[in-house]
């Protein structure tokens, strides 16, 4: 009764009264005493809540469907010319640990991802140094992207050297992503259909090729798999570097506040994701490599070959277009989408106190953590200084190196929280089989990377453990990781 009343009189002292948009409201001075009306703040639209569609258009972006095309031909060589198990094998390790995101997503749906994960189950000294290491993946990989870009279309426009078109992809990356994150996915739909329509170009003129050059081309399985040419060492190592086309599904978890299920749907959408994307690249490069068996039309081309070789199957034109589409893919809008990845990563670390708390700033109206994000451009363009002169395939392992080692410590946390402590009833093939198969796959090809690599890559986790070390002993700084 007492609600009823409060309800008739504040329906009694407001009027509405027509405006440009439709009926505004404001109270009569008169029934508030002679006071002036009081103006409403402007409220404010929350951020589009993002479906499995939107999850699923956003990782493909990330892995992009056409990225074999900047790798194919460095893989080919490496795995003495057998690409598609290279990536078959990757894709294979990256479902294990898909199973294991659908294990600590429901449990801990938070943007911090496997941060939040290893925290909570295992220790915050070891969900900090996986946050770490998700931070040298995601850091990296928009300047990768741009360097790849660049390379693409420097190979046809020589004159505009390759850290040009990376500060030509920034710049668009900059403006887009401190932008609303709906928005951003709306613009990468559309560039996600093109990519799709490019890769299925190259099917059919690939098929149609190696029907009409039988002496040169053919359909067999050792484009798959030839034992004669195996060898475990250069085999692993090619799917270390072909990894870098699956490990970007990852990003999907850092959207789980933004999930209209953050529960179920990031984890859904991860293996929908990895399914296809993994009959994609293995289609692909079973065909590419059924076009050109020894791989002569690639020769001396580790970065660009497979340009050389769509130019081969379709024409001139189409080698062109295989370039700037794959350069406009991987640049613009992978770039756009691994910063959006990685702006969240900093928000929720900044949130818990593992970073300085001006990165844990959100834009009411936007839903972006702009200063994250703004953050997260001005490092990648100074990291483009040292990372160009590196090389494209050494910056890609790099990358993988984060990627892989949170991925392979994100199969132990199931194994610890699941199968070890017991805090979650699970049956025993999703508590410790599949989570240990998921741990052995990505250790194995994290492994397979180059020393120097690997040396770059633990030197990253000690800078880490020191800077733990200093904020938590010496500043006696708490970092609250719930």
């Not at 941060?115 to 996986?130: D, E, L, W």
């Not at 984890?267 to 050109?292: E, N, P, Q, R, W």
Request: proline share 6%; hydrophobic share 50%.
């Amino acid at each position: 009764m007492a609600q009823s009343t409060q309800e008739e009189r504040a329906s009694a002292t407001t009027v509405a009264v027509p405006g440009e948009r439709g009926l505004r409201y404001h109270h009569d001075p008169e029934t508030q005493g002679g006071k002036p009306p009081v103006t409403p703040e402007k409220k404010i639209p929350a951020p589009k809540r993002l479906g499995i569609k939107d999850m699923v258009s956003y990782g493909m972006i990330m892995m992009v469907p056409i990225a074999p095309f900047a790798l194919y031909a460095s893989i080919f060589q490496t795995s003495n010319g057998m690409p598609a198990l290279s990536y078959l094998i990757g894709a294979v390790g990256m479902l294990f640990t898909v199973f294991s995101f659908g294990v600590m997503i429901p449990l801990f749906p938070s943007s911090g991802s496997i941060y939040t994960y290893a925290s909570q189950t295992i220790s915050p000294a070891v969900g900090f140094v996986a946050g770490w290491l998700m931070l040298l993946q995601y850091l990296i990989t928009p300047d990768l992207m741009f360097i790849q870009a660049g390379q693409a279309l420097n190979q046809y426009l020589p004159e505009v050297p390759v850290w040009a078109w990376c500060l030509i992809f920034l710049t668009f990356v900059t403006c887009l992503s401190i932008r609303s994150l709906g928005n951003a996915i709306k613009v990468e739909k559309v560039a996600l259909v093109c990519e799709i329509v490019v890769f299925a170009m190259f099917i059919v003129f690939g098929v149609v090729y190696i029907f009409g050059h039988p002496a040169t081309s053919g359909f067999t399985l050792t484009a798959l798999v030839d034992p004669s040419k195996i060898e475990p060492k250069s085999l692993m190592g090619s799917v270390s570097l072909g990894a870098m086309s699956f490990v970007g599904f990852g990003c999907v978890a850092t959207l789980t506040e933004e999930a209209k299920d953050p529960k179920k749907g990031p984890a859904k959408s991860m293996l929908i994701i990895v399914v296809i994307l993994a009959c994609m690249f293995v289609g692909m490069c079973y065909v590419a490599t059924c076009v050109d068996p020894t791989g002569s039309i690639m020769a001396g081309h580790a970065d660009t070959g497979f340009y050389l070789l769509a130019g081969t199957v379709g024409g001139p034109w189409f080698g062109v277009v295989c370039a700037v589409a794959n350069a406009i893919a991987l640049g613009a809008f992978t770039g756009l989408t691994a910063t959006t990845s990685i702006s969240r990563v900093l928000y929720v670390m900044s949130r818990s106190g593992a970073l300085p708390k001006e990165l844990g700033i959100m834009d009411k109206k936007t839903g972006v953590p702009q200063v994250a994000t703004l953050f997260v451009c001005a490092l990648s363009l100074v990291m483009l200084l040292f990372l160009i002169p590196l090389g494209m395939t050494q910056v890609a392992k790099l990358s993988n190196f984060g990627a892989l080692s949170t991925y392979c410590l994100l199969n132990i946390c199931v194994i610890w929280y699941a199968f070890g402590r017991k805090q979650v009833k699970l049956p025993f093939w999703r508590s410790a089989v599949l989570p240990v198969l998921g741990a052995l796959v990505t250790g194995a090809i994290l492994f397979s990377i180059d020393p120097q690599i690997l040396f770059m890559g633990w030197g990253w986790v000690l800078l880490g453990v020191i800077y733990y070390l200093v904020q938590t002993r010496v500043f006696k700084h708490e970092i609250d990781f719930g």
